[in-house]
């Protein structure tokens, strides 16, 4: 399996160079999946990417691809696994950096806005692991205002009332952005006494 996968995009990349059209047959010819909807070139190799089959870690052009199939896609369900992926890939220190440089810690912040609950967790989740990291802090710390507004008036208990507070504090374990939550810290104390056990922890 592995090995396919390898061979599929390392044909992606060397027909990449080669052209558009040489591009499309050899890669319904390397993969299995020539399901209905094809669609461009650049977006159907990133979104193999985010199909759950791919568990290594990415290089930066791989990265680099995501973030552009996130920042280009209206499909909530492509959006949702661009971000899941790119969220286990920040798990990893030297991805945190890279997703920083190549400018995507705006991309994965401004998926935050989105109505869709679970698109607005996957993407909290995202920053979460983005940031155990004191420069990506700086950051990401344009959006805590709205991450607090958003967890009081989130459903209560819910997954992504509780990405937002995973997000608060891992951005409070340093003293630099305590200040940006003391407007918020009467709210968040109800919201200690109101939520459940998950909630409060
Ligand atoms: C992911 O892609 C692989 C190979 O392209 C395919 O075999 C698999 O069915 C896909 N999985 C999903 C969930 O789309
Ligand atoms: C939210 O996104 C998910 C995909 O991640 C999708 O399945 C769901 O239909 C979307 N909900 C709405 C209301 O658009
Ligand atoms: C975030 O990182 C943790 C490990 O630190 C990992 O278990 C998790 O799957 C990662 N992904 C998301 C989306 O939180
Ligand atoms: C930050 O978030 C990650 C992922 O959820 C978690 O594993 C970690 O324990 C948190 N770190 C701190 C210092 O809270
Ligand atoms: C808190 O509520 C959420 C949503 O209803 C639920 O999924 C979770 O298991 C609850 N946690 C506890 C400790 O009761």
Not at 7 to 14: C, F, I, P, R, S
């Amino acid at each position: 399996m592995g090995g396919a996968r390898d061979v599929g995009w390392v044909a992606a990349g060397l027909v990449l160079a080669a052209g558009a059209c040489y591009c499309f047959y050899r890669l319904t010819r390397g993969r299995r999946r020539g399901g209905p909807g094809l669609r461009l070139r650049p977006s159907r190799s990133a979104e193999d990417l985010t199909n759950g089959s791919y568990d290594d870690i990415l290089n930066a052009e791989q990265l680099q691809k995501l973030l552009y199939l996130l920042e280009s896609t209206e499909d909530p369900v492509i959006i949702e696994r661009a971000l899941v992926t790119l969220g286990n890939n920040a798990a990893f220190s030297v991805n945190q950096v890279m997703i920083r440089e190549l400018g995507g810690i705006p991309i994965v912040g401004s998926k935050i806005n989105t109505p869709n609950q679970s698109i607005k967790e996957k993407a909290l989740n995202a920053l979460n692991n983005l940031s155990v990291n004191v420069e990506n802090q700086i950051k990401i710390k344009v959006y805590v205002s709205q991450v607090c507004e958003d967890v009081l008036s989130g459903p209560l208990n819910s997954a992504v009332q509780l990405a937002g507070l995973r997000l608060l504090t891992n951005m409070t374990v340093t003293n630099d952005h305590q200040h940006m939550l003391s407007s918020y810290i009467t709210d968040l104390f109800h919201l200690l006494l109101t939520g459940n056990g998950s909630t409060k922890v």
